[in-house]
T-cell receptor, first 113, second 115 residues
Framework: QQPVQSPQAVILREGEDAVINCSSS?????VHWYRQKHGEAPVFLMILLKGGEQKGHEKISASFNEKKQQSSLYLTASQLSYSGTYFC??????????????FGQGTELSVKP | DVKVTQSSRYLVKRTGEKVFLECVQD?????MFWYRQDPGLGLRLIYFSYDVKMKEKGDIPEGYSVSREKKERFSLILESASTNQTSMYLC??????????????FGPGTRLTVL
């Protein structure tokens, strides 16, 4: 089953923060985050593994709550370049599944000047 | 530089036609995937392959088949195209766990319209 992302869409002003959630009904081993800009291929942002720490760069980070089977992506002080559709992809209980992921339906993020 | 290419960016076909979508990668990755992307539904896995001549069904394989005769090439086949197969099709590759980064690399996509 597809993980559920929320919200489905969000509009921000430059400099504002946003949180995108990804929830699964199945036990998770890993959560991957991707961003797709309009007309382009999805690009990998980060992976979170069961038992791992919160990952991220300066202003984009993510957490993984194994108990709740949920991951959250945090975008801080958003920039225009953050606009796009964000997807979470969930991996199963074994990492040795050839990288197979089940993706959520996506969250469309628009950052306005 | 990592590269995944797809044979066409845009394709228009008629109902009932046999359609071939090709994906080629130059990264020597074992695993390759075909997704379709529809608004509000995200990326849904059609088929994947973890080795030459090996394939497994994804979540929505009906109406599709695949072929992987060489490691670098993974083809998606629509045996008899129908209008509900109008969509964006994305190919992706992945290296075996522990042998590189953890990311899937995506091609640019093929927007298929079936009339």
């Amino acid at each position: 089953q597809q993980p559920v992302q929320s919200p489905q869409a969000v509009i921000l002003r430059e400099g504002e923060d946003a949180v995108i959630n990804c929830s699964s009904s199945k036990a998770l081993y890993s959560v991957h985050w991707y961003r797709q800009k309009h007309g382009e291929a999805p690009v990998f942002l980060m992976i979170l593994l069961k038992g791992g720490e919160q990952k991220g760069h300066e202003k984009i980070s993510a957490s993984f709550n194994e108990k709740k089977q949920q991951s959250s992506l945090y975008l801080t002080a958003s920039q225009l370049s953050y606009s796009g559709t964000y997807f979470c992809g969930t991996g199963g209980v074994s990492y040795n599944q050839g990288g197979k992921l089940i993706f959520g339906q996506g969250t469309e993020l628009s950052v306005k000047p | 530089d990592v590269k995944v290419t797809q044979s066409s960016r845009y394709l228009v076909k008629r109902t009932g036609e046999k359609v071939f979508l090709e994906c080629v990668q130059d990264m020597d990755h074992e695993n390759m995937f075909w997704y379709r992307q529809d608004p509000g539904l995200g990326l849904r896995l059609i088929y994947f392959s973890y080795d030459v001549k090996m394939k497994e069904k994804g979540d929505i394989p009906e109406g599709y088949s695949v072929s992987r005769e060489k490691k670098e090439r993974f083809s998606l086949i629509l045996e008899s195209a129908s209008t509900n197969q109008t969509s964006m099709y994305l190919c992706a590759t992945f290296h075996q766990p522990g042998q590189g980064s953890n990311e899937q690399f995506f091609g640019p996509g093929t927007r298929l319209t079936v009339l």
